[in-house]
C-alpha cells in the first residue's frame, strides 16, 4: 500500500504542512499551545510559565467559580457522565429542562433549546428555518458557523458589508415579493468587538417583514446592565426573532441554544437535525452552564469590573497610539498591520508572559493583522496595566506605534 499519491487531499495537505513549518521556523507559531494550568480567572501556565490571559472569552472570569463546580459535581453524581442519546428519545434529563427555562428566562423569552455546541446550533437552525426559494442575509464579518449554515440551507444567500445599513436595505430590496427572508448578525462581532446598530436593523426587518436572528456568543454577560445581551443594551426587548447564544464563553460549559417564542421553540425540537440526531448535553455540562446564568445575575460585581476594565484597556492603548478599530467591548483588536508584525508582537508579549493571540489573513482581510486581546472581569487593574507596557513597548520596537 506504500504508493506516491498525488490527488487534491494529499496537494492540501502539504500546502498545510509547509505554511506551518514556515511559521515554525520563525518561531511564530502559536496555536494549539497546551494550557498547564488555570489559575483564578485570570492567569495560566503555558510552557511552565505563568501568565496573564488575555485570550480568554470567559468575559466574566467564571471558568473554575466554586458555586459552577459544585453543580457539575452534583449532576455528575446524579446523573453520571453521559446521556441515554439523543434528547428526543431517552436523552433528555429534567437537568436539561431546567436549563432550558433558565434560559428564556434570562432571555426575556418564552422558551429555549439546548444543542451540544453554538457551531452546531448555527448550522442545524439556519438550515432547518430556510432552504431552497428563501433568502438569507447576513452580514459580511459574521462568524463562520453562520456562514456554513446559510451555505447548507441551500437559501439564496446574500452578504451585506459590515454594518452597513444602507447595505443591508438594499440587499432586503432585492427579496422578491412574497419570498422569506431571514437577516442575520453577531450581536458583537468576534474579530472586530464592535456592536451591531440593532435599532436600525430591527427597522429594516420590519419594514421589509423578515426575520431576525442574533448571534450572541460575544454580548451574553458583556452587554446590558445585567448582561442580558443585545436586547438589553438597546432595550429593545422582543426585538430579535432567534436570539442565539452559546454555553462555551462567557458560561464556562460547552453547547449552544437558541431562545424565541414557544412556537419557534417547538419546531426546532421537532425538526432540527443537530437536537433529533445527536445526543443530549452531558449532565455536568448542563448543570454547569445552568447555574452560570444564576451567578451572572447574582454577582453584578463582575460586569461592573468587566465594564471598568474594558475602559481602562481601550483607553490605555488608543492612549498609546494604538488603532483598537471600532470596538467598544472586552474584544480588543489591537491593528498591526502585516501578518509578521501581529506575530512579532504575539511573540514579544508571550515572551514576557502576555498570553495573546495574532488573528492573520485569511481570517481578517490582508494588511488588517491584529492582535485579538480579550480583557476579563478577573483581571486587576494593575495587571491590566503591566499588559499594556509590554504590548506598549513591543508595539514601539516593531514599529506599530511611536
Ligand atoms: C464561538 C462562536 C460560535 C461557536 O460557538 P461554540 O460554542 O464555540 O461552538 C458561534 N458564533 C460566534 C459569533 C462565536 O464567536
Redesign the pocket.
Known sequence: MDFKRDDGITRRMAILQQRAKMMRDHDFYFYNQPIEEVLGGSKVIVNGREMGMYAS?SYLGLVGHPRINAAAKAAVDKFGTGTHGVRTLAGSLTLHSELEETIADFKHAEAAITYT??????LTVISTLIGRGDYVISDKL??A??VDGCMMSGAEFRRFKHNDMQDLERRLEQVPQGATALVIA?AV??MDGDVIDLPNVVALCRKYNAYLMM?E??SVGVLGKTGRGIEEHFDMWGSVDIK?G????TIPS???YVAGKRELIDYLRHASRAYIFSAALPPAQAAAANESFKVILDEPWRLEKLNANTQQFISGLKGMGFDTMLTTTAIVPVLCGTDERAYALTQACQRNDVFVLPVVSPAVPEGLARLRATVLASHEPGEIARAMDVIGKAGREIGIIK
Open positions: 472569552y455546541s453554538g457551531y452546531a446550533t448555527n459574521n462568524h458557523s453562520i453577531d462581532f468576534s448571534d456568543a460575544h442565539m452559546t454555553l462555551s464563553k460547552v453547547g449552544g
